[in-house]
């Protein structure tokens, strides 16, 4: 009799054990998950992962918003995502779809991209303060600073690269990405490129 009760007890700890081990694999398995998921939004990024989407439906071709420095259109519909081309101020884009995150999908001189509905307007519609502002948020403005006349405009994260063009002193440029490895990534002028952290300093 004892030692069926003793065999009846090694099962049920045997069980118990198991279920103990299945449920701490499946709460730290959970944890390590969601730890892994809120940190793997990059940190060089300016903007949030914020979609702005008025509801509205645009079809055909519409007119881009992107200030002095021009529009960045990005690889796919997200925030995160990375910046291809800049398309000056006023430019004609057809719409070739809308995304499901606020991003329509854009065709300008063959090159496809996605930017937030928010930033195709129809002709001659101009551009109320809110845009303004959000697009300062989306892409902060910084000014060229510590520097006796320009800096360059890199067309990589080194200054052996090709030159892109001068960025003069006191002149702002919009900021695409936050200084990583010594450098901005930066529009001017409808253009792309690199410009050293140490020469830029925030707009206020």
């Not at 021009?70 to 995304?99: D, F, M, W």
């Not at 995150?101 to 090159?111: A, D, L, P």
């Not at 410009?195 to 707009?203: G, Q, R, W």
Request: hydrophobic share 40%; glycine share 8%.
């Amino acid at each position: 009799m004892m030692k069926y009760e003793w065999m009846k007890f090694k099962a049920f700890l045997g069980w118990f054990t198991m279920f103990v081990t299945v449920f701490l694999v499946v709460l730290f398995g959970g944890y390590f998950l969601a730890v892994m998921l809120s940190s793997a939004t990059p940190e060089d990024s300016v903007v949030r992962e914020v979609v702005r989407d008025f509801g509205d439906s645009k079809e055909g071709v519409y007119y881009t918003y992107g200030g002095a420095h021009g529009l960045p259109i990005r690889q796919e519909a997200s925030n995160y995502a990375k910046v291809i081309k800049v398309i000056p101020n006023k430019t004609p884009v057809e719409i070739v779809s809308k995304s499901t995150r606020g991003f329509y999908k854009i065709k300008y001189n063959e090159k496809i991209g996605f930017v937030q509905g928010m930033y195709l307007l129809k002709l001659n519609e101009k551009p109320s303060d809110e845009l303004k502002k959000h697009l300062r948020e989306d892409f902060p403005i910084y000014t060229v600073s510590n520097c006796a006349e320009y800096v360059s405009l890199f067309s990589k994260k080194d200054t052996q690269s090709k030159v892109k063009g001068k960025v003069y002193y006191g002149c702002q440029v919009r900021v695409i990405e936050l200084a990583r490895d010594g450098y901005f990534k930066v529009a001017y002028r409808n253009r792309v490129g690199y410009i050293k952290e140490e020469y830029l300093v925030t707009s206020s």
